[in-house]
């Protein structure tokens, strides 16, 4: 009965009022029903995760926007055909790009099933790569500490689950010409590589 009972109290310490944690790295994640996703809109090809691929917004960060809400919208604009900001033309996706998404506060929503490909503006071979965004544009901005430190945790627990080596972390713009993750993000990357 002891036994039982420690292990009801075990199990209900893994879950907070913001979603699941993770028994081994405490890692909480808001899960795609809590900011309640639509299914994706056709099917994804299926990937392995291989790599860790950091990415920024590009655009400032809003305090005044739930995490909620912030991923239903870019949901909506992902399953759309409008253009990029630049008038570039685009075809939707199937469902939000990146695999996790940390607002300005440090919470993290999981975004596309790490099991599916994720997808890009840019040109490069997807397979393999756990895209990780941050909300803000930061070749104006600073990542927060609450952001770095989500960051790093979240790293951390994805190398844990899938034995990835540092050597697979790396910035979008180490695959694709992009400014992307800004340069105040991407400066950051050998400090999380050694980390690992």
């Keep these: 009965?002891?036994?039982?009972?420690?292990?009801?109290?075990?199990?209900?310490?893994?879950?907070?009022?913001?979603?699941?944690?993770?028994?081994?790295?405490?890692?909480?994640?808001?899960?795609?029903?809590?900011?309640?996703?639509?299914?994706?809109?056709?099917?994804?090809?299926?990937?392995?995760?291989?790599?860790?691929?950091?990415?920024?917004?590009?655009?400032?960060?809003?305090?005044?926007?739930?995490?909620?809400?912030?991923?239903?919208?870019?949901?909506?604009?992902?399953?759309?055909?409008?253009?990029?900001a630049d008038g570039t033309p685009r075809k939707g996706w199937a469902d939000v790009p990146y695999h996790f998404y940390i607002d300005m506060e440090g919470k993290i929503a999981e975004g596309r099933k790490v099991t599916f490909q994720g997808d890009s503006n840019t040109k490069y071979d997807l397979d393999g790569h756990v895209s990780i965004v941050l909300e803000g544009n930061f070749e104006m901005e600073e990542v927060s500490p609450e952001q770095l430190a989500s960051l790093q945790d979240l790293i951390f627990h994805l190398s844990e689950q899938y034995a990835l080596s540092p050597t697979t972390l790396s910035g979008h713009l180490d695959q694709a010409m992009t400014s992307c993750p800004g340069k105040n993000l991407y400066n950051l990357i050998p400090q999380l590589k050694s980390e690992l």
């Design 1 to 84: 009965m002891l036994n039982t009972i420690f292990a009801i109290s075990f199990t209900l310490l893994t879950f907070s009022a913001f979603g699941q944690a993770d028994v081994n790295t405490s890692i909480q994640i808001m899960q795609r029903e809590e900011w309640k996703a639509l299914p994706p809109k056709f099917d994804i090809p299926s990937h392995t995760p291989k790599f860790i691929t950091i990415h920024h917004t590009g655009v400032k960060k809003n305090p005044d926007v739930t995490l909620e809400q912030k991923l239903r919208n870019l949901q909506a604009f992902s399953i759309s055909n409008d253009p990029l």
